[in-house]
């Protein structure tokens, strides 16, 4: 049974820093299955794909908007998903959720972590 | 970046009648290994989105047969057969052929 449980988010001022957790249970798949994914939704907005990282941190890709800023990652001795997020913005503030890559796809997400940035 | 068109951004329904979503990419979805990686996600109100279809018209395990998914190239479409109350909620195409993964601007199914 898959379980993603997504945490770290909260209120960050301006130009500040987070790292959101994402802590994966995804019985049966072996770690060779676990290439992730984190999208973003802004309060009362759409869906915006960020980044992927295959399951050894061979492949990573980022969305053009947060390259630079932000950083994917994954502990495989931990089954836990990281995004490191660096010099925060306004229109940062959103429910960042994470997803497991099934078929080339977001086939299962978490329930998301609600970043907020403001002063 | 491959710009994703969703119409209409709205959607009323009668329940029990079909519903059409059409989605447009900007360029060609075929994958250099011939897949075509468009998929359609549901979120209903206050929960994490759902994918329905992946690949055109594949239907994930649990989604109902009322949903289907269809289309080629640039040109495709995600059909429920007769609407229900539980279909309620945004409606999303994304594509996933080509890094920098896009999403559609959402369709917001609801009852009238």
């Known amino acids: 049974q898959v379980q993603l449980v997504e945490s770290g988010g909260g209120v960050v001022q301006p130009g500040g820093s987070l790292r959101l957790s994402c802590a994966a249970s995804?019985?049966?798949?072996?770690?060779?299955?676990?290439?992730m994914h984190w999208v973003r939704q802004a309060p009362g907005k759409g869906l915006e794909w960020l980044a992927f990282?295959?399951?050894?941190?061979?492949?990573?890709h980022y969305a053009d908007s947060v390259k630079g800023r932000f950083t994917i990652s994954w502990d495989n001795s931990k089954n836990t998903l990281y995004l490191q997020v660096n010099s925060l913005r306004a229109d940062d503030t959103a429910v960042y959720y994470c997803?497991?890559?099934?078929?080339?796809?977001?086939?299962?997400w978490g329930q998301g972590t609600l970043v907020t940035v403001s002063s | 970046d491959v710009v994703m068109t969703q119409s209409p951004v709205s959607l009323p329904v009668t329940l029990g009648q079909p519903a059409s979503i059409s989605c447009r990419s900007s360029?060609?979805?075929?994958?250099?290994?011939?897949?075509?990686?468009l998929n359609w996600f549901q979120q209903r109100p206050g929960q994490s989105p759902r994918r329905l279809i992946y690949?055109?018209?594949n239907r994930d395990s649990g989604v109902p047969d009322r949903f289907t998914g269809s289309g080629s190239g640039t040109d495709f479409t995600l059909k429920i057969s007769r609407v229900e109350a539980e279909d309620v909620g945004v409606y999303y195409c994304?594509?996933?052929?080509?890094?920098?993964?896009?999403f559609g601007q959402g369709t917001k199914v609801e009852i009238k």
């Open positions: 997803a497991k890559d099934e078929r080339g796809s977001l086939w299962f």
């Open positions: 995804a019985f049966p798949f072996t770690k060779y299955d676990m290439h």
């Open positions: 990282i295959r399951y050894d941190g061979g492949d990573i």
């Open positions: 360029q060609s979805l075929v994958h250099s290994n011939g897949d075509t990686y």
């Open positions: 690949k055109v018209s």
């Open positions: 994304m594509q996933g052929t080509h890094w920098g993964w896009t």
